[in-house]
C-alpha cells in the first residue's frame, strides 16, 4: 500500500473582502489527459499531447505506462498548435509506443482512471502487473472490470474481495468479445474496457446490466475519444441498442492532441464568482465538450448569475444572490461538492439527487459533506441518494478534506463567504490540481 506524501496541516481559506474579478488559466483536463495517454500509449505510431494537466493522478498514469515499456517524454514543444501561445511556449508529452512488457509494478494512488484504465491495457503485456494503491484504493469498486477482464479471457488475481491489490498475467493478447457488466458503481468500468477494445483480437461488446448507470458524459468522453484516433465504436447514443458498446478490433492512430482545460477544476473559480458576486473568466473554455464541468454554465446560471462564452473563454458573473437548486447531479457526480458548498451559502434550500455513488469515490463524499458543513454550523441532510442542504449562518472552524481534493476546494469556497475557516490538507489538491492553493490566492490579488 502507498500513500500520498502530502502531509496533513491547516491552511487558512482566504476571505473575500469584495466581489471576485479575475481572469483563472485552468489546467488540463485529468479525465482527458488520462484517456489520452491510455489510447497514445496503445496507438501503432507515435503521438502528442499538448498541455497535459500535470498532477498525481496524470503522472502515475504517465509512470505506469512507462513501467510496462511506452516512451513518453516530457518537452517544451516548439511547435505549439495552442490559438494565441507564442510558438514554443506550451508544454508537450510526446508519446512512444512500444509492445508492452511485464512484469511490472504499477501505483495506482487513488486514481480511479489509473485502477480501472490500466488492467485491461496489462492484459496486452508479455508478463504479470501487478496494482497496488493507496488504502482508499483498496475500497474504491473494481469487480466490474476484474470480473469482465476474466470473462473475455485473462488471468486476474486479486484476494478475492474484487478489489486492489491485483495482478494481472498479461500474456501478449487477449481474446475479447462480449462481456456484460453493472456499471452502476462507477462508469470508468466501461470507459476501461472501451479503451482497450480496439487492441483485444475479438474487439469488446460491453453490455451494463446495472439498473443506473453514472456519469454518461465521461463515456462520451471515451467514445468520442476512441474515434478521434480511428476506432470504430456502436453505441446507444447513435443509434445503436440501449446499454452496449462495441468496439471493433483495429490498430489506433498516434494523434497530435491538445487537452481542453479541466472545467470541473474551474469550478471552485466560477463559484467564488457566483458566491461573491463578482466575475471569473476562464479562457479556452472548449465551444464544445463531453466533460461534465461544461454543465456549469447551465448549474450556476440557476443558482444565480450569469455566463457568457466569447473567444476569451467563459465568463461568469454572480449577482450576490445564490439560489438554493434541486437537481440530479448523476451525470456529473464529480461537481457535487462544489455545488454543495454553494448551496450551503444560498437563500434557499437545495437539494442534489442522483449521487448515491459517491460514496465510493476518493472518500464517502456525501458524509464527507454533510460533517464538514454541519461542523461550521450549517444544516446538510444525507438522502438515499444526495444531500439535502438547508443554508445556515455558517462560522468558521476547521474544514477536513480526507485525502479528496474536491473537498479541498469545496472548504475553499465557502471560506470565501465565511471568516476563519481553515482547510486540513489543503495539499490534497495535487491529484487533479497541484497549484489550487496560489491560483486561488492569485485570483483574489493576494
Ligand atoms: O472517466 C472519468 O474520467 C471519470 C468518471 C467519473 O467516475 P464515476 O463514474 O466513477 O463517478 C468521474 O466521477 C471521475 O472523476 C472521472
Ligand atoms: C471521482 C473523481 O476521481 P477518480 O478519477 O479518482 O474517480 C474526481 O476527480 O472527482
Redesign the pocket.
Known amino acids: 500500500m502507498t500513500e500520498s506524501s502530502v502531509q496533513p496541516a491547516l491552511w487558512p481559506a482566504p476571505h473575500a473582502s469584495g466581489a471576485v474579478d479575475a481572469t483563472v488559466t485552468v489546467p488540463g483536463s485529468?479525465?482527458v489527459t488520462?484517456r489520452a495517454l491510455v489510447l497514445a500509449s496503445l496507438a501503432a505510431e507515435p503521438g502528442w499531447l499538448r498541455r497535459p494537466l500535470r498532477s498525481r493522478d496524470t503522472l502515475l498514469m504517465a509512470q505506469a505506462l512507462r513501467a510496462m515499456g511506452v516512451g513518453i517524454e516530457e518537452t517544451i514543444s516548439s511547435n505549439s498548435t495552442v490559438a494565441g501561445e507564442p510558438e514554443g511556449s506550451g508544454e508537450a508529452w510526446r508519446i512512444i509506443p512500444a509492445g508492452l512488457h511485464g512484469p511490472a509494478t504499477v501505483d495506482v494512488g487513488n486514481a480511479?482512471?489509473v485502477m480501472r484504465f490500466l488492467p485491461p491495457v496489462a492484459t496486452l503485456a508479455d508478463g504479470p502487473v501487478r496494482f497496488d494503491g493507496d488504502a482508499r484504493a483498496y475500497e474504491r469498486p473494481l469487480t466490474g472490470v476484474i470480473e469482465a477482464l476474466r470473462a473475455l479471457g485473462a488471468r486476474v488475481d486479486d484476494d478475492g474481495r474484487g478489489a486492489l491489490p491485483l495482478t494481472v498475467h498479461g500474456v501478449g493478447a487477449l481474446d475479447g468479445g462480449p462481456v456484460s457488466i453493472d456499471a452502476s458503481s462507477?462508469?470508468?468500468f466501461v470507459?476501461a474496457l472501451l479503451l482497450s477494445g480496439p487492441r483485444f483480437n475479438q474487439g469488446v461488446e460491453v453490455r451494463h446490466t446495472g439498473s443506473t448507470l453514472?456519469?454518461l458524459p465521461?463515456i462520451r468522453?471515451t467514445v468520442d475519444m476512441l474515434r478521434a484516433v480511428g476506432a470504430q465504436v456502436d453505441e446507444p447514443e447513435t443509434g445503436g441498442e440501449p446499454n452496449v458498446w462495441r468496439v471493433s478490433p483495429s490498430a489506433l492512430l498516434g494523434r497530435d492532441l491538445t487537452i481542453e482545460p479541466d472545467l470541473s477544476n474551474a469550478q471552485p473559480f466560477l463559484a467564488a464568482a457566483l458566491v461573491t458576486g463578482g466575475r471569473v473568466t476562464v479562457p479556452d473554455w472548449p465551444e464544445r465538450t463531453t466533460q461534465p464541468g461544461d454543465a456549469l454554465r447551465d448549474i450556476f446560471t440557476a443558482m444565480g448569475g450569469s455566463c457568457e462564452l466569447t473567444e476569451h473563454g467563459l465568463t461568469f458573473t454572480g449577482t450576490g444572490r445564490v439560489r438554493g437548486i434541486d437537481v440530479d447531479l448523476g451525470e456529473v457526480?464529480?461537481l457535487t461538492p462544489g455545488i454543495a458548498a454553494a448551496a450551503a451559502l444560498a437563500d434557499s434550500p437545495s437539494t442534489l439527487r442522483g449521487v448515491a455513488?459517491l460514496r465510493l469515490?476518493e472518500t464517502d463524499r456525501l458524509a464527507a459533506l454533510t460533517e464538514e458543513i454541519n461542523a461550521l454550523g450549517g444544516d446538510v441532510t444525507e438522502t438515499a441518494d444526495g444531500l439535502h442542504i438547508r443554508p445556515r449562518p455558517l462560522h468558521g472552524g476547521v474544514f477536513h478534506t480526507y485525502d479528496d481534493h474536491r473537498m479541498a476546494t469545496a472548504g475553499a469556497v465557502i471560506g470565501l463567504a465565511v471568516k476563519d475557516v481553515e482547510i486540513e490538507n489543503v495539499g490534497t489538491t495535487a491529484k487533479t490540481l497541484p497549484d489550487f492553493p496560489d491560483m486561488w490566492t492569485g485570483m483574489l490579488g493576494a
Do not use: A, D, L
Request: charged letters at 10%; proline letters at 6%.
Open positions: 485529468k479525465s488520462n480511479g482512471t462507477s462508469s470508468q470507459s453514472p456519469s465521461h468522453m457526480g464529480e455513488h469515490h
